[in-house]
C-alpha cells in the first residue's frame, strides 16, 4: 500500500495551505491523488478526484483516494449544487473545452475554488513568439501546438478578465516559478515574469 | 485438461454443505421448512476473522469460483482469472467465500429439491427468492462460517447487485463493496430480454407447466433459446465481430444453400450445453430475481437514501462495450453514492467484449480490482486501522 506523501511537490504544498480541515474536497484532473492523500492525511479532508488517465486513476486506488473516472467537461453536471466546500483544479483549465463553463459549475458545486495554471504572457512564451514566429514550447508547455492537450492556454491577464465577466471574485492569487517558489519580478510584474498562478476563488456574491 | 494445475491456481477444491433446518422466511412471504447452501473457500480464514470476502454469483454461476474439482477438469471456476494465490482476490491474504444462492441448481435448495412438504420435488413451486432474500442466507452462511463482518462483498452483474444489498441490509457487516458490470435497477429493456428468455422456455412442450421432471422431460430447446439471446447482450456487436465476422463454418455462401455461418453455430453450441446442465425453473427464478431487485423502491424510489445508511467504502467498475448494463448504470450508482457522502471510486475500463468483460482477464481491469483489493487485504491484516480512512 502506499502511504500518504510526507512530502507535497510545492504548487500542491501551496494548495493544501488553503484548504480548511474537514472540508469536502473536488479535485478536477486529480492525477495520482497527491493532493487528496495528503489533504486526507493532514487535514482530515474528505475528497473525491476526477480523472480520465487509467493509470493514474489506479494510482488513486493503490493510495485509498477516492477516483471517479469522468471527463471534466461533461461529468460536472453530476455534483449537485453546494455539494463541497472546494473545488480544485490544477494545471488543467487550459485542457477543457469550455473553461468559463467549468468555472461556473466549481462554483456551483462549491462556494471556493482553487485553480492554477500556466501564464502563457510569460515574457519568454512572449519572446519566443515575437522572434521566431512560431508557437512557445517550454518546460511547462511541452507539446507541439497540433498535437497538445491545451488547447485554451491564457494569460494571468486573460484569467481574470474571464472572472470579472463571470462575477467571480479573485480571494488570492499566487504567482510563482517554474519550481513554484514566488519571486520579486513575478510579485511586481506577474503577466510578464509569473509562470504559474494559484487562484483562490469564491462566488462574487458571496464573497 | 492442464497438465499441471497453474501455480496461481486455488488447485483442487472440495464443495461443501451447509444445512439450515430451522425455517427460513422469504420476502414473499413464503417460508422454506429447511435448506442446504453448496459454497467453497479458498484460502485462510485469520484469526481474528477480518480477511474474509463473499464472491457473489450472477445469474448463470454457483459454488465453484476458482481451482478444479478433478486434476483432469477441462476448465477451472468461473472466476478464476480473479481468484487465487497474487491475483486480485489474492488467497495469500484472503479467505473467499462462495455459495450457490438460494434457488440455484448446483446443489443449493432450489426448484430442482425435493419439497419435504409433498415428497416430491419443487419445480413450479418452489418460492419467488429476491436479492434481499440471498443476502439473507448469505448472511447466515457467514454466522456458520464465524464472519461477522466481510472485508468485502465483492460481485459481477446480478452479483454486484447482492454486494450492493449487502451494504444496505447489513451496513455493520460489510467493510468494502464491489460492484462490477451492474446496475441499481433493470431497465424496461432488460426485463425484456428477461421476458422472451421466460417465453421461450415455458413455450417449449416439454415444460409441462414447470413439472418437467415429473414427465422424464427437460425444456432444452426453450432453454438453449433463452441462453442464446441471453449470450447476445453478454456481447457487444464489436466483440461478435471481432471473433466470427461473416466466416461460414458449412455450406455454400454463392449458391446460397445450406450456409451456417460461425456465430451461429456458436450460439447453438452454447445454448445446448446450457441446456443439458441447467434447470429451466431456476433459470425463470434467477430472472425474476433480477427484474424485481431495485433497492431505491422503498426509499422513495431514492437511490442516495437508500445508500445513506450503508458504512462500507465502494469501488464500481464498468466495461465502455457492456450494454446490457452499460456504464451509464454504474454511474448512477455512483453518483448516488458521491450524494450520500459515501467513500466509491469509479473506472470505466475500455474493453470490446461488453458484458462478458467482468469474467475476462482485462489488463486494466485485474490491476484495478488487484490495486483495490490489496488495501482491503492491509486493512484486514490491520484491524484497527480499519475505517480509519472513511
Redesign the interface.
Known sequence: ?NPPPRTLRADLRLIADMVREQA?VLDLGCGDGALLSWL?AHRGV?G?GLEID?EK??????R???????DIDTGLA???TD?FDLVVMTETLQAVRNPGEVLDAMLRIAPDAIVTFPNFGHWRCRLHLATRGTMPVARHLPHAWYDTPNIHLCTFADFEALCRERRVAITQRIVVDAAYRPTRLGDAVPNLFGTIAIYGLRREADA | MPAALPDDSVGIVVPQLARFDDPFELVCGASLPSHELVYETYGTLNEAGTNAVLVCHALSGHHHAAGYHAPDDRKPGWWDVCIGPGKPIDTNRLFVVACNNLGGCHGSTGPASMNPATGRVYGPDFPVVTVRDWVRSQARLADRLGIRRWAAVIGGSLGGMQAMQWAIDFPERVGHVVTIASAPRLSAQNIAFNEIARQAIQADPGFHGGRYLDHGTLPREGLMLARMLGHVTYQSDDGLREKFGRAVRSGNLDMARDVQFQVESYLHYQGRSFSERFDANTYLLMTRALDYFDPAREFGDDLTAAFATTRASWLVLSFSTDWRFASDRSREIVRALIRARRNVSYADVDAPQGHDAFLLPVPRYLAILDAYLSRVADEAEAPARTGAAA
Request: with cysteine; proline share 4%; net charge negative.
Open positions: 500500500m469536502r486526507q474528505i473525491y487509467p486513476i489506479t494510482a488513486c486506488v493503490g485509498g483516494v477516492n477516483v471517479i473516472e469522468r453530476d455534483f449537485e455539494a
